[in-house]
């Protein structure tokens, strides 16, 4: 089955310095990756994907993630946190063919401190 | 902009209950997915949809059902409120070849009590 895994609970990192949430992966076959985002009190807002092609994947609100085949990674990466990025954040992995079912880690707490 | 709502933001409930939530989306997304999500497990999906009348069981689906009678709405049944069922559940539709993008409504803060 595919999965991903999200190994820190919590990130904390002051505003303006380089956040980075990592990912991990588990998948037979071609990795499908997704990174969301849930900010107090509302549902998931999807933030970009990895398909194919570039490994350097551009998204929403200044994010990006790297996927990285050889240590089965897709860490989220911002230049430059913001308060406003406080939230939760989940990676996700397709699971199957032919589907949009997803597998979602357990999610990552970011609090970016002023 | 897709818009996924549903029926409450808090609804509490006896334990035995009957709860009915409801999901309904504006895009005419082929797929809708239920999920409920806990601290520390992330998002667990109960069941999905990929077209009316179809349903698929995900990986928690004991102890609910679901109805897809009309391609915009997708309803979640507990057909007998237990205490363990005590959660946030979301909503979430998608467009049938448009892989991974799931559109996800409020959520509903569910308590059986």
């Known amino acids: 089955a595919q999965s991903v895994a999200q190994p820190e609970d919590q990130v904390n990192v002051a505003e303006g310095n380089p956040l980075t949430v990592k990912c991990t992966y588990s998948v037979s076959g071609n990795p499908y990756l997704f990174w969301y985002v849930q900010y107090p009190n509302r549902g998931l807002q999807f933030l970009l994907k990895?398909?194919?092609?570039?490994?350097l994947v551009k998204g929403s609100y200044g994010f990006e993630a790297e996927f990285n085949k050889s240590q089965t990674s897709f860490h989220l990466k911002k230049p430059s946190a913001l308060v406003s990025d406080s939230a939760l954040y989940f990676c996700a992995v397709r699971e199957g063919e032919g589907n949009n079912r997803l597998a979602f880690g357990k999610g990552n707490q970011v609090v970016v401190i002023p | 902009d897709v818009k996924v709502t549903q029926s409450s933001r808090y609804l509490v409930k006896r334990t035995g209950e009957k709860v009915f939530l409801e999901c309904v989306q504006d895009m005419d997304h082929e797929n809708m997915f239920w999920y409920r999500q806990d601290p520390g497990l992330g998002l667990r999906l109960i069941y999905f949809?990929?077209?009316?009348?179809?349903?698929e069981k995900g990986d928690i689906p004991e102890g609910y059902s679901v109805s897809r009678e009309k391609k915009e709405r997708f309803s979640l049944i507990l057909e007998s409120a237990s205490t363990n069922q005590t959660s946030m559940y979301l909503c979430a539709s998608s467009l049938r070849g448009v892989l991974g993008e799931q559109y996800f409504g409020p959520g509903t803060r569910l308590t059986v009590t």
């Open positions: 990895y398909i194919t092609g570039d490994n």
């Open positions: 949809s990929y077209d009316v009348k179809m349903k």
